[in-house]
Nanobody, 127 residues
Framework: QVQLVESGGGLVQAGGSLRLSCAAS????????MAWFRQAAGKEREFVAA????????YYTDSVSGRFTISRDSAKNTVYLQMNSLKFEDTAVYYC????????????????????WGQGTQVTVSS
């Protein structure tokens, strides 16, 4: 059984930092893509960042570029999202997603590309 378990969410003041983790079990994603999406209250789920095994290329949505960093530890089958300079508008439930294939270009941004999803972790940024 494949499981993705997120951790690291919480309450932080604007300008602060959090580090999210997503530990995968049941299948290895060392050659595939892992990503973070988020969903704010009353809004649709949106892409945040992705990392693909293909030369470990990374992708970010414009609103987090320069503030967030996605990384992975293949030995631990874990992906991380370091979030710095957090803003109120970053408040959302953050979801980890994974697929055993690598991704490139627009594919990395699509929710439909990913086969496995975590349950989400709440990030709340106070203004």
């Amino acid at each position: 059984q494949v499981q993705l378990v997120e951790s690291g969410g919480g309450l932080v003041q604007a300008g602060g930092s959090l580090r999210l983790s997503c530990a995968a079990s049941g299948v290895t994603f060392s050659n595939g893509a892992m990503a973070w999406f988020r969903q704010a209250a009353g809004k649709e789920r949106e892409f945040v960042a992705a990392i693909s095994r293909s030369v470990d290329r990374t992708y970010y949505t414009d609103s987090v570029s320069g503030r967030f960093t996605i990384s992975r530890d293949s030995a631990k089958n874990t992906v991380y999202l370091q979030m710095n300079s957090l803003k109120f508008e970053d408040t959302a439930v953050y979801y980890c997603a994974a697929v055993r294939l690598s991704c490139s270009g627009n594919g990395c941004y699509r929710q439909s590309y990913y086969d496995y999803w975590g349950q989400g972790t709440q990030v709340t940024v106070s203004s």
